[in-house]
């Protein structure tokens, strides 16, 4: 009998709204619209770092109002799956359910990824 082991790779289906971002660059104009979604692009980078640090401390205290903001500002600028995400895993740390807070932030962690770091 062979014996083997399967490695697999988690891929997200990241939804994204791109008439999100439009609607921001018709408001704003091309220049003003790319330095907002460049922040919140980078303020949301910013955020998963400094709660990726909490989780690891188990310090979750602060957590619920960072994923809140997470979920505004990835919203605001049309990162549906981050946004759905943050909205999930903040629901669940506020329920007290360890177990699902551990997967949901897992996931959170490969949307964040997959939105954040493009090639």
Same mark, same amino acid.
């Given at each position: 009998?062979?014996?083997?082991?399967?490695?697999?790779?988690?891929?997200?289906?990241?939804?994204?709204?791109?008439?999100?971002?439009?609607?921001?660059?018709?408001?704003?104009?091309?220049?003003?619209?790319? +330095?907002?979604?460049?922040?919140?692009?980078?303020?949301?980078?910013?955020?998963?770092?400094?709660?990726?640090?909490?989780?690891?401390?188990?310090?979750?205290?602060?957590?619920?109002?960072?994923? +809140?903001?997470?979920?505004?500002?990835?919203?605001?600028?049309?990162?549906?799956?981050?946004?759905?995400?943050?909205?999930?895993?903040?629901?669940?740390?506020?329920?007290?359910?360890?177990?699902?807070?551990?997967?949901?932030?897992?996931?959170?962690?490969?949307?964040?990824?997959?939105?954040?770091?493009?090639?």
């Amino acid at each position: 009998m062979s014996e083997s082991v399967v490695q697999l790779h988690l891929r997200e289906q990241v939804d994204e709204n791109e008439a999100a971002i439009l609607a921001i660059f018709d408001r704003l104009g091309p220049d003003p619209g790319a +330095k907002l979604v460049s922040r919140a692009v980078g303020e949301l980078a910013i955020a998963v770092t400094v709660m990726a640090a909490q989780v690891d401390r188990h310090e979750l205290g602060s957590l619920p109002r960072g994923l +809140k903001r997470m979920e505004a500002l990835a919203g605001g600028v049309g990162m549906v799956s981050l946004a759905q995400v943050a909205a999930d895993a903040r629901a669940v740390l506020l329920r007290g359910d360890a177990t699902a807070f551990a997967a949901v932030w897992a996931r959170l962690m490969r949307v964040a990824e997959q939105s954040l770091v493009r090639p």
